[in-house]
């Protein structure tokens, strides 16, 4: 990313203090966001989300696999990011580590919840089929293509669509089989159940510069923040994670502020991304 | 490395100052009890000490309860040669289990990102221009791990940072808080947090009254995220407090 020059600087800092963005938004205001499912015809579940500048792939895997022993009725999910270089050059070879496992262990806590699964936005007991034997591995993977700013609200939106997209095959359990053994399934390639997502939520990244919040920064904004907060909320209005990222601190009060501020944005941006989803999945429909 | 006999370990409870609300669960409603029979604002008592490791440029034990922390830290010390040039310092933070610290064998999945969690709490508080060209190594390790595993090491690894005389702008402390139904408990242990509906940890500047990482997972209204801040905003404080008793106790008895 080329530098800010000073002059630049005190432009960016003085246009968030006045409420006038140096692409012309208010502080509270997204870039349009662009979205197309299933963009990937191998997946199980795919989207595309373009934030302005910014532009991600999510795609959705199912997987027969076996539950794990710690939680025999649950299905499990893993969630993977990959900063591709095309983004930017730093992210080739290893640099791009540090900012992928960031953002997935960030997604993660936004879509998995507590440990007793409350609050999730994925239920994993629909992922189950046989208890303790057979249940769903879902594989959720972003692709971060082009990179300007706000990374994390953009993949909160793609897994989202992807989710919405996704379709996973009915499964009978064949035959009742001893304890010890696996049982024999047969998967339908026919019939298929839609993901719910209606308790997914959306993440919402507030940017702190100077002494006001800015929602959707681009990359010359974050160069320029001293920290921000993720707050990810869903549709009852709960929040289902909180990540401050940034090394300076944040008074309390300040803290308690943005996830106002998050809850008032989220009820626009939630349904704007709904709209935008139905609007591309109609439109996959027909294609 | 003992105790001194006679020397109570201090707690860093918090109380709820200025609750003109009511309180959002009422006793009717506590169907948990505490393994460790504590109640549910209370936390374990805190054991500190510095100078564990002497080969260490710092370092610092932390016992609270049954999660076990040695932390111990290097440097400033030359960076290797293939990195390139910085005129701030670097800081490597490096966080493991021993084979035998928890009741299952291995790891658990959680675990391999704390190291990260940790370097975030830390390069914030630690003025990174006082040591440039040079990295400080901070390598925990997690002896038992009885439940606030990362909370502790954190509040550890600042101790061991201000022993091995690295500036800081402020010592830091963590806490964290679980939610189980309706119930906030402090400082949980492992068995409270397998079954927890949320988990709110907090690492704050006690000083300076900043908060310098915030992670919440789990479903939270409002209300619950204001009790559960202002509980580790007054735990951290005294816990803060615990923790600079510490380091006058360690620095007086040197001078003897």
Redesign the interface.
Known sequence: MVGLSLGEQHFVKGGIAQDLRTDGRKRLTYRPIYVETGVIPQANGSARVKIGGTDVIASVKAEIGRPSS?QPDKGKVAVFIDCSPTAEPTFGGRGGE?LS??LA?ALQ?CL?????G??AGINLSSLLIKEGKVCWDLYIDGLVISSDGNLLDALGAAIKAALTNTAIPKVNVSAEVADDEQPEIDISDEEYLQFDTSSVPVIVTLTKVGTHYIVDATAEEESQMSSA?SISV?RAG???????????????SV??DM??VA?HVTENLMSKLDSEISAAEASEDES | MAAKPGAATPTYSPKLVGSSRLPIFKDSDLDWSRPDGRGFHQCRPALLQTGAVSSASGSAYAEFGNTKVIVSVFGPRESKKAMVFSDVGRLNCNVSYTTFASP?IGQGTDHK?YS?MLH?AL???IMMETFPKTTVDVFALVLESGGSDLSVVISCASLALADAGIMMYDLITAVSVS?IGKSLMIDPVTEE???????FMMT??PS???????????????PN??EA?QLC?DACSKLGEIMRDCLKQAASASEE
């Not at chain 2, 947090?193 to 988990?199: I, K, Q, R, T, V």
């Open positions: 710690l540090e496992s960031e262990l806590r998995l919840g507590g440990k007793s409350a609050g907060v869903n709960h929040i289902c994670g909180l990540t401050k990222r940034g090394g300076s601190g944040l008074d309390p803290i308690l996830i106002s809850k | 299952t990102e990260s975030k390069e914030g508080v939610c947090e397998g079954c927890e509906d949320g988990s704050c500047m300076r009254y900043e908060i310098t990482q915030l992670t919440v997972t789990g479903e939270w209204t409002t995220i204001n801040m905003l």
